[in-house]
T-cell receptor, first 113, second 114 residues
């Protein structure tokens, strides 16, 4: 069955530290996305990718980098974590961009202290 | 630019009641609309979608949604809710011209009381 997994599932980081969130999909999908969800709010797009070795900026890319080394893997990197980046982060994949349903991972709860 | 609005942050009903969760969008061109459900502590799961054709679309677990171009709406309905339907529901919209971007609403938390 198609699946999107994320690791870690939760993390506590210190301000100024580096954080890497990982996402792996077995859907054979071209598109992958990183979103953040703040309490009581919807999802906001951080970065996305439609092919390996290429990433694109979403709506709120500042403070985040992304890496897509293979079709299956997509990472989100916070070089200098800040308090404002405390949130739940979701990875998703889809077959053909905006037309297709997105398959979401379980999320990573990040707390920056 | 497409936008989506879910006017009700919280909806509470009793088990067996019918429910309608409201979604309004703004976009001038052809549009792709969908609904997702998020149970507590989990990622979003796809419920149903509309792009063209019959404006009433059926989804999983008895959910359906109706597209109205005149009202710019895509409301989600269920005739008889179960306690397990308690979750947050997100409406999502993307431009029908393709591309990558899906815009999600802020969500409606549905609480079904036994």
């Amino acid at each position: 069955e198609a699946a999107v997994t994320q690791s870690p599932r939760s993390k506590v980081a210190v301000t100024g530290g580096k954080v890497t969130l990982s996402c792996h999909q077995t859907n054979n999908h071209d598109y992958m996305y990183w979103y953040r969800q703040d309490t009581g709010h919807g999802l906001r797009l951080i970065h996305y990718s439609y092919v390996a070795d290429s990433t694109e900026k979403g709506d709120i890319p500042d403070g985040y980098k992304a890496s897509r080394p293979s079709q299956e893997n997509f990472s989100l990197i916070l070089e200098l974590a800040s308090l404002s980046q405390t949130a739940v982060y979701f990875c998703a994949s889809s077959d053909w961009g905006a037309y297709a349903e997105q398959f979401f991972g379980p999320g990573t709860r990040l707390t920056v202290l | 630019t497409q936008t989506v609005s879910q006017s009700d942050a919280h909806v509470t009903v009793f088990e067996g009641d019918s429910v309608e969760l409201r979604c309004n969008y703004s976009y001038g061109g052809s549009i792709y609309l969908s609904w997702y459900i998020q149970h507590h502590g989990h990622g979003l799961q796809f419920l149903l979608k509309y792009y063209s054709g019959n404006p009433v679309v059926q989804g999983v677990n008895g959910f359906e949604a109706e597209f109205s171009k005149s009202d710019s709406s895509f409301h989600l309905r269920k005739a008889s809710v179960h306690w397990s339907d308690s979750a947050v529901y997100f409406c999502a919209v993307s431009a029908g011209t393709g591309g990558y971007k899906v815009v999600f609403g802020s969500g409606t938390r549905l609480l079904v009381s036994p």
